[in-house]
């Protein structure tokens, strides 16, 4: 079964600087991998996915994330945050059981940017 | 309006009382899903549905039912329920596709809380 870890409950930054949200998975097969966001009061939103065409990603908001096989990671960055960036992110891989998607979740990430 | 509605948004409500969230949906997606985040847990999947005539048990679908009574509607019950359901419960969609390939689309959340 797939898994995905996340590498830290919270991360700070400052306003302006690198945002780096880590993500390792557990596959199988080769994955199916998405990031989503969660503003407070909000459902999740797709950030990016990664579906075996290029390995580097280029989301919305300015977030961008790169597979790489041999760490079996996809770490989500940003070069400048903002404060509308703080929310908790969640990285996700796709498993796929009887044509149907499941995605499994990470434990989530909260970014926290102060000015 | 939003693509996918769910109401209540919060509820608070005794052990032992039977309770229906409602998911609806106008994206025109054939996939339903119903999660349960908890803190520091990430997103669990309760049950999902393929169509109409096709529901599936997730993870952990104890302690719950689900009833799908349209493309567009999708409720969950807790038939009786219990303080460990306390939890932001999250209804998602998809498009039928090439399995892994397709992104949910989440509602806002339903807040419940069991005293």
């Known amino acids: 079964a797939q898994s995905v870890t996340q590498l830290g409950s919270h991360v700070s930054v400052s306003e302006g600087a690198l945002v780096l949200l880590r993500c390792n998975y557990s596959s199988s097969v080769p994955p199916y991998l998405f990031w989503y966001v969660q503003y407070p009061n909000q459902g999740l939103q797709l950030l990016l996915k990664y579906t075996s065409a290029a390995t580097l990603v280029k989301g919305i908001n300015g977030f961008e994330a790169e597979f790489k096989k041999s760490e079996t990671s996809f770490h989500l960055t940003k070069p400048s945050a903002h404060m509308s960036d703080a929310a908790e992110y969640f990285c996700a891989v796709s498993e796929t059981m009887k044509g149907f998607q499941k995605l499994v979740f990470g434990t989530g990430t909260r970014l926290l940017v102060s000015p | 309006d939003a693509d996918v509605t769910q109401t209540p948004r919060n509820r608070i409500t005794k052990t032992g009382k039977r309770i229906m969230l409602e998911c609806s949906q106008t994206?025109?997606?054939?996939?339903m899903y119903w999660y349960r985040q908890d803190p520091g847990l990430g997103l669990r999947l309760i049950y999902y549905s393929f169509d109409v005539k096709d529901i599936n048990k997730g993870e952990i679908s104890d302690g719950y039912s689900v009833s799908r009574q349209a493309q567009a509607k999708f409720s969950l019950s807790l038939e009786s329920a219990i303080p460990n359901q306390t939890a932001l419960y999250f209804c998602?969609?998809?498009?039928?596709?090439?399995?892994?390939?397709?992104?949910?689309?989440f509602g806002d959340g339903t807040r419940l809380s069991i005293l």
């Open positions: 998602a969609t998809s498009e039928t596709g090439q399995g892994g390939l397709q992104p949910q689309h």
């Open positions: 994206k025109g997606h054939d996939r």
